[in-house]
């Protein structure tokens, strides 16, 4: 994608890590930089109410612009915004593992005499760990605007991510799991939980 374009929109086709098809047009405001908002050291789930206050937030203002533009050609403003915190030591257990595969109640124990917190989420994902030094973004954004799946947003997001490293001089790829890898054994970047 070419930043320097002067169209409003942008053809893409591209395809996810299982052979979905992504393509589309991708309108042009969703190619320009997100705004952010850096938040520093945040509780996991002081983020997630965070997180939720500005979904809602967002489809209240977008209806509420939806109202006053019915018939209007006016271009409609994004509230698209991503939130970069670090954690506290944190261990989040999706929705895939929750109750019978979560932890018992000694392991739980065990995690907060070592200064970790333990979350059952409903989120997907496997035990995920979360802690400080690593930057979690949370993008609170529409992607039904950009006509995106959830897997070709995905997509685009690693491809980003595979661009910065190598504006860093690092090599990184995708493999059959989601996230960015420096090679079979590094991560560098999970997505999702």
């Not at 395809?15 to 938040?39: K, Q, V, W």
């Not at 970790?116 to 973004?137: M, S, W």
């Not at 190598?166 to 059959?176: I, P, S, V, Y």
């Amino acid at each position: 994608m070419n930043s320097t374009s002067t169209s409003t929109s942008t053809s893409v086709s591209e395809s996810t890590n299982s052979g979905e098809a992504c393509s589309g047009t991708l309108p042009r405001p969703h190619l320009a930089p997100l705004p952010f908002i850096y938040l520093r050291n945040l509780p996991y789930l002081r983020s997630l109410d965070l997180q939720q206050l500005l979904v809602d937030r967002q489809i209240r203002l977008r209806q509420q612009q939806e109202q006053r533009q019915e018939g209007s050609d006016a271009p409609k403003s994004s509230e698209d915004l991503l939130l970069l915190v670090e954690h506290p030591p944190t261990y989040t257990n999706g929705r895939r593992n929750r109750g019978v595969k979560g932890l018992g109640e000694e392991e739980v124990i065990r995690l907060q005499k070592l200064g970790a917190n333990y979350v059952e989420t409903l989120r997907g994902g496997e035990i995920t760990f979360h802690g400080p030094g690593q930057l979690v973004a949370y993008p609170i954004l529409d992607i039904k605007a950009s006509q995106l799946s959830v897997r070709c947003y995905v997509s685009f997001l690693e491809k980003a991510i595979i661009a910065t490293c190598a504006e860093w001089g690092l090599k990184a790829m995708t493999t059959e799991n989601t996230g960015v890898w420096i090679n079979d054994q590094q991560k560098i970047a999970a997505i999702g939980n």
